[in-house]
């Protein structure tokens, strides 16, 4: 479906209300969601892809006041960063609000948060009204998609709607950073070059990459 239907955003947002799965572009690659508060519709979201139930998704935010409805704190290193990359390419590893299923965080005590800059993606969750768990939307371990060609080839007949919006302008996952210890941990690589993060907090991260 694609997004300059006047219906799209609404269309999309009531899937995803009544516990479907959606792909849509965002700022880096295309994702695909689902509601982040309805555990079986995560759990459709994790048979789409075909992804490993060890591996915790991420949530896409409206708003970057919704960091509370799902994290316990933001550190002043988390406002620091959230301040310079947000909206953008940058997911935050935070300490878990006990709001988030388990399902989500894959039984962990962090969740995995990002406020997207693309105005579909934003439009779209915050019509569904909650944050969304949002992964890109591929099968696990292949290539991330940033056409909407490419989502079909990938997930066709495996989800319930597919938002194409064109491009996704950046092409490149976001940059994971891990804040729930002492140091921050670069998790994955991405959008955001590690050196300017550093240049945000005046620190190193350490870089170990485990999820690429």
């Known amino acids: 479906m694609l997004v300059a239907d006047p219906t799209a955003i609404a269309r999309a947002a009531a899937i995803l209300q009544a516990g479907g799965t959606v792909a849509f572009p965002t700022d880096t690659v295309y994702g695909v969601g689902a509601h982040a508060f309805q555990p079986a519709a995560v759990e459709k979201l994790y048979a789409a892809k075909l992804r490993p139930r060890d591996k915790a998704i991420p949530l896409l935010l409206a708003d970057v006041a919704d960091v509370s ?27 878990r609000a006990a709001s988030v299923p388990d399902i989500v965080c894959a039984g962990g005590e962090s969740v995995a948060v990002r406020l997207p800059a693309h105005a579909v993606a934003r ?22 998609p940033v056409v909407a060609a490419e989502v079909a080839a990938e997930l066709a007949g495996r989800i319930d709607l ?28 991405g959008a955001i070059p590690v050196e300017e993060i ?13 999820d690429k």
Do not use: K, Y
């Open 123 to 144: 439009a779209l969750i915050a019509a569904v009204g909650v944050p969304l768990a949002v992964t890109s939307a591929n099968l696990s371990g292949h290539p991330s």
């Open 162 to 189: 597919l938002l194409d919006g064109g491009r996704c302008p950046g092409g490149v996952s976001s940059t994971v950073l891990d804040l729930t210890g002492e140091q921050p941990r670069l998790l994955r690589a």
């Open 198 to 210: 550093e240049a945000v907090l005046g620190r190193m991260v350490g870089r170990v990459e485990v």
């Open 69 to 95: 409805v799902v994290a316990q704190e933001a550190s002043a290193d988390a406002q620091r960063l959230m301040a310079r990359f947000w909206p953008g390419g940058l997911t935050l590893v935070l300490p």
